[in-house]
């Protein structure tokens, strides 16, 4: 099984300024099937990012992913207040796909 | 548009069953695999397995076995999770969620919202 270790546990933040996410596996991640989600209280996760670095439909540019192997990155460029939210990176590269503990984005 | 709507709460006593039901639209439903993620409460999502909708084989996480059992009714295009011998510690967020491409190997972007179910005596 995959393990998937973010960091770090909470981010406090202020609206207009970066967000930096990380995510460390415990092995490689095959083809870089590494997804980032965002959640909101009472919503089901929301797809933001897939194969490390492509965006979903609909996510605006200001999220970016990157890394591969064992070592992955979300980039927030700038804090719009609807970002304030946890984020979970997740491996479907192989079974069992797992996910990370979750970053926690807070208004500072 | 594509949408999973899943059944509603359920407040269950230990011991016994639940089914939930995720019945789906806008989608050729055999094409694209279900999966179902458990979260518990203030937990972070935790994946249970999937079920191939084209042939109804599912495969189970571990720590899901026995007690969980994936379903479909493709003349409704709707997925079912049942738990049986329902414990505490089954009380939680159960969503279905739908992958991206009709491939295994793809992340889930289409999810219902959600399904509570607590055990309390």
């Known amino acids: 099984e995959i393990v998937l270790t973010q960091s770090p546990g909470t981010l406090s933040l202020s609206p207009g300024e970066r967000a930096t996410l990380s995510c460390r596996a415990s092995?490689?991640?095959?083809?870089?099937?590494l997804a980032w989600y965002q959640q909101k209280p009472g919503q089901a996760p929301r797809l933001l990012i897939y194969?490390?670095?492509s965006r979903a439909t609909g996510i605006p540019d200001r999220f970016s992913g990157s890394g591969f192997g064992t070592e992955f990155t979300l980039t927030i460029s700038r804090l719009e207040p609807e970002d304030f939210a946890v984020y979970y990176c997740?491996?479907?590269?192989?079974?069992?796909?797992?996910f990370g503990q979750g970053t926690k984005v807070e208004v500072k | 548009q594509v949408q999973l709507v899943q059944s509603g709460s359920e407040l269950k006593k230990p011991g016994a069953s639940v089914k939930v039901s995720c019945k789906t639209s806008?989608?050729?439903?055999?094409?694209?695999?279900i999966n179902w993620v458990r979260q518990a409460p203030g937990q972070g999502p935790e994946w249970m397995g999937w079920?191939?909708?084209?042939?109804?084989?599912?495969t189970y996480a571990q720590g899901f076995t026995g007690r969980f059992v994936f379903s479909l009714d493709t003349s409704v295009s709707t997925a079912y999770l049942q738990i049986s011998s329902l414990q505490a510690e089954d009380t939680a967020m159960y969503y279905c969620?739908?992958?991206?491409?009709?491939?295994?190997?793809?992340?889930?972007?289409?999810w219902g919202q959600g399904t509570q179910v607590t055990v309390s005596a």
């Open positions: 997740h491996q479907y590269a192989s079974s069992p796909r797992t």
């Open positions: 969620a739908r992958v991206l491409n009709p491939v295994t190997t793809s992340p889930c972007v289409y």
């Open positions: 806008g989608y050729t439903f055999i094409n694209y695999a």
């Open positions: 092995q490689s991640v095959t083809a870089s099937y």
């Open positions: 194969s490390a670095t």
């Open positions: 079920i191939n909708t084209n042939t109804g084989n599912p």
